[in-house]
T-cell receptor, first 115, second 118 residues
Framework: DAKTTQPPSMDCAEGRAANLPCNHS???????VYWYRQIHSQGPQYIIH???NNETNEMASLIITEDRKSSTLILPHATLRDTAVYYC????????????????FGQGTILTVHP | EAGVAQSPRYKIIEKRQSVAFWCNPI?????LYWYQQILGQGPKLLIQ????????DSQLPKDRFSAERLKGVDSTLKIQPAKLEDSAVYLC????????????????FGEGSRLTVL
């Protein structure tokens, strides 16, 4: 699986947008970009994923560059509860449609949202 | 829908003792994972089950760690004997066998079991 590079930490003011970058320059054409977050003392939580197009859901937006070598997770209006470690993961589903794919986590970005 | 259940939440043992962690995945989820998360690091996959069969246990230290999922539902992870470096949070995750999330990277994690080895 392709490796990812994320800044170790970022700060954001409450109510402002949090933009978390991720580099994945060796990503292959059939690999997806996934984002998870982990709030203190909890298990990781899925946020969003994408292949080529930008994606949006109730939690966040995901912007993937045209060459797919980097992406940005956007939390449009950060709250104190968004303080967490955010993981960017490149994922390849198992060929043939079976559910054998696995996630490989890196160090992630510690996002701290300030009042 | 009930989430992934894990127990115990916390466990303190001395080195060379044994410990077991239990996981009950979301109902109907065929794929089950055990991850180890050492403080300050991201989770590391230990073992992956598909129903009651092992798909990947390449990162499992088999001299001391064992895991089973006998009936393809709940699972147990055992460490015997424990070492100081086994101090970590042990996370269980699951994924459905069919539907939108069956071949995606969308896993559902439990809250984890925190192990301290003294």
């Amino acid at each position: 699986d392709a490796k990812t590079t994320q800044p170790p930490s970022m700060d954001c003011a409450e109510g402002r947008a949090a933009n978390l970058p991720c580099n994945h320059s060796t990503i292959s054409g059939n690999e997806y970009v996934y984002w998870y977050r982990q709030i203190h003392s909890q298990g990781p939580q899925y946020i969003i994923h994408g292949l080529k197009n930008n994606e949006t859901n109730e939690m966040a937006s995901l912007i993937i560059t045209e060459d797919r070598k980097s992406s940005t997770l956007i939390l449009p209006h950060a709250t104190l509860r968004d303080t967490a470690v955010y993981y960017c993961i490149v994922y390849r589903a198992n060929a043939g449609g079976t559910s054998y794919g696995k996630l490989t986590f890196g160090q992630g970005t510690i996002l701290t949202v300030h009042p | 829908e009930a989430g992934v259940a894990q127990s115990p939440r916390y466990k303190i043992i001395e080195k060379r003792q044994s410990v077991a962690f239990w996981c009950n995945p979301i109902s109907g989820h065929a794929t089950l994972y055990w991850y180890q998360q050492i403080l300050g690091q991201g989770p590391k996959l230990l073992i992956q089950f598909q129903n009651n069969g092992v798909v990947d246990d390449s990162q499992l230290p088999k001299d001391r760690f064992s895991a089973e999922r006998l009936k393809g539902v709940d699972s147990t992870l055992k460490i015997q004997p424990a070492k100081l470096e086994d101090s970590a949070v042990y996370l269980c995750a699951s994924r459905p066998a069919s539907g939108r999330a069956s071949n995606t990277g969308e896993l559902f994690f439990g809250e984890g079991s925190r192990l301290t080895v003294l």
